[in-house]
Structures are given as structure tokens and as C-alpha cells.
């Protein structure tokens, strides 16, 4: 088969494919504790899915609006106005399934050849994939362990060309669970606000789970708003990703293109699936504070567990799920340490690699499990990494 070129420009995320060596192996007998898949072990909260469940009962099983439902829209306008203290207009909003697609989709919009995009690296993997995919070239803003994964606004400064047509940023950070601060966020903003010609996206996707401070949205910054995708969902924060529901909010001058490019990919978005999500964004919040409460507890078990383990470093986690230790003093790399977790101690964990060029040294532990189940990763681990001789 001929497969067309651009092909080989597309990336993957590993967590799937270590996902599916964990299954393989649990299917002959092993035990893995899945510290891999960056998912909620926690149900979709009740009143949700009788939201959804009804909606399918009263028929809403049927194609929606491309952009989304106008309720749904309105819904997330009203939400962003009081989180982020936008007056947010609901036709700047469009709704996806997932929050993927509006990776995708602005990206696509935007990137092309000749055109240098930003992204954070160790970062997301489908961010640089994409931009590949585009032929846009990524640049990768580093964050460094020095900093406690944060980067260095200096050197990003200097990676601002003529070229540069896109930022990401990514706040609480996955995989290195590092939380962009108040004043990073406006020096960026500061840096690119009399640019015209850049756009931010903001992928905000763990808004909700920060362990200090407020989250800040770079488009709450004066000027911001015209030039931030922020890019959000429903995935994390309720618990939902089966349900397949993200969304974007942008300057309105981008919605008829990404609207184009959901036309032509998927249509809309699940029409119950959006009638959930209006449920959860204007019903009780408690599960999500109780969500936070348990990631609190299991943050400190592992980061601390982690940095009893003799070659490894965890600086702390800020926000999301990760931790991200370096484990080079261990004397593995990335892939070996991936590799041995999963055969001796049965942990499944992602090497730092699959997040960019400067992951190798670290690898990303999911604490989407419970404590028992992370106690006993840890206590695998810690073996494992004694008996290296
Ligand atoms: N952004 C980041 C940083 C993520 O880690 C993920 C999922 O892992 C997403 C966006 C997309 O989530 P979804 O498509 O499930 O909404």
C-alpha cells in the first residue's frame, strides 16, 4: 500500500500502545498496576449521567448543530465569565468531541509550511505531531526540572520570530504537572501582545485540578482575549472521558475555520453527550472538589514514595495527575525504565520520550489509582531500582 507522505509526520501518544502491552500481559496471567492512561478512575458523577440518560430517553439521538448546542454554548459562556472573569461571548464557543479536536482543528487552521509554532516540551505528544502534520515547524519551549518544570520566559523571548504564528501553553501541565504562575502568564502575554499575527492556545483541560493557587487563563490578561484559543473540556474535570465532549472558545474571526474542519471530520458532537455536559456545568460541583480531595492525598503518597526510591527525583506536582520524576540516577533510560517497570515490578508508566526530545531521563506516572494500588507500584518500583545492581 502507498500511504500518503504525511503520514510519516504523525506522531502518537504512547499511552495507548503501553495501554495495550499492560492488556496483553494481564491476558496471560500478570499483574499491572496502570499507572499510564491520564483518565479519572472515578464515575461520571450520578446527577450527570441522569442528565445524559434522559436525554436519550426524551430522543436526543440525533445530529446537533456543528458548533454545538446553543444551551451547551451558553453554558460554558456563563461558566468562563465566572472561572476565568471573561465576558465570553457563546458564539466564540465550539463544541467538539473531546477536547482533541480543537487541537486538531487550530492547528490545522493556522500551522503550515514556513509557519513556527511554540509548544512546551516534555508537553502533550499530539501537539508536535500535529504541527508536523500541518508542516508547520514545532519549536519547543523546554521546561526545565531546575524550575520545577516551569520554563524560562527569557529563552522563550528569544524562540518569538517573525515566523512564529502560534503559542501553546498548557496550565496545569501534563505530563510534568507543573502550574504556569500569575506573573509567567502575564510576562507571556506581555510578550506577545503587540503581535497581531500570534495567537495563544491555552489548553486549560486540568483547570480543575490544582493542588495551589487559583488557576489564571492568559485571556483574562488585558488585550488576551482576541488572541487566546482557550481549549477545555469535560474529560478531567467530571470525570468524563467516554463521553467525548471538549470544547474550544476563540476570536470569532477562527470559528467559521475550525466550524469547516468539524464539518468535514465529524459532524457534531453527541447530542445526550452535550445535554450532560450542560448538567454538569450548572449542577452541584461537589464531585469535583471531592476528586480534588482524593488527587491531593494520592499526590503526596507518590511524590513522596517516588523520592524515597534511591536515583530518582520528583519535584513536586502543582496540578493534573502527573508526577514526572527524573530517574537517570537509576542509571536506565526513559525506555529502559518503561520497559523494566512494566516486566519486573508490573507497573505500567510512560517513558518521558513519548512527551518530546526533552523527556528522555524522566518517565510519567498516572495517580489516576487508587492509594492501594499506587502503595503497590511504589513498593514494586522500589525494588526493582535496588535490585539494578
Ligand atoms: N489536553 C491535554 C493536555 C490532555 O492531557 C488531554 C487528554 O489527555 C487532552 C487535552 C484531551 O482530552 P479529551 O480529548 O479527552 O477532551
Known sequence: MTLASRMDNLGTETAFEVLAKARALE?????????????????????????????????????????????????????????????????????????KPIMFYVILALAEPGVEVIHPNPGFPIYESMIRFSGGTPVPMRLLESKGYHPDLDDLAQKITSKTRLI?????????????????????????KDRDDIYVMSDEIYKDILYTGEHHSIAAFPGMDAKTIILDGFSKSYAMTGWRLGYGIMPPELVPSVVKLAVNSVSCAATFSQLAAVAALDGPQDDVQAML?????????????LRSIPGINCPEPEGAFYAFPNISGTGLTSAEFEDRAMNEAGVALLSGL??????????RLSYANSQENISKALENLDAMVRNLG
Open 27 to 99: 491476558a496471560q496471567g500478570k499483574e499491572i498496576v496502570h499507572l499510564e492512561i491520564g483518565e479519572p478512575d472515578f464515575d461520571t458523577p450520578k446527577h450527570i449521567v441522569e442528565a445524559g440518560v434522559q436525554a436519550l430517553r426524551d430522543g436526543q439521538t440525533h445530529y446537533g448543530p456543528t458548533a454545538g448546542l446553543p444551551q451547551l454554548r451558553e453554558a460554558i459562556a456563563r461558566n468562563s465569565r465566572e472561572v476565568r472573569g471573561i465576558d465570553t461571548d457563546p458564539g466564540h464557543v465550539v463544541v467538539t468531541p473531546g477536547a
Open 168 to 192: 501553546i501553553i498548557n496550565s496545569p501541565e501534563n505530563p510534568c504537572g507543573s502550574a504556569l504562575t500569575r506573573e509567567e502568564l502575564e510576562t507571556i502575554a506581555d510578550l506577545v
Open 293 to 305: 480531595a482524593e488527587f491531593t492525598q494520592r499526590r503526596r503518597l507518590i511524590a513522596d514514595g
Open 354 to 363: 513519548g512527551f518530546g526530545e526533552f523527556g528522555e531521563g524522566y518517565v
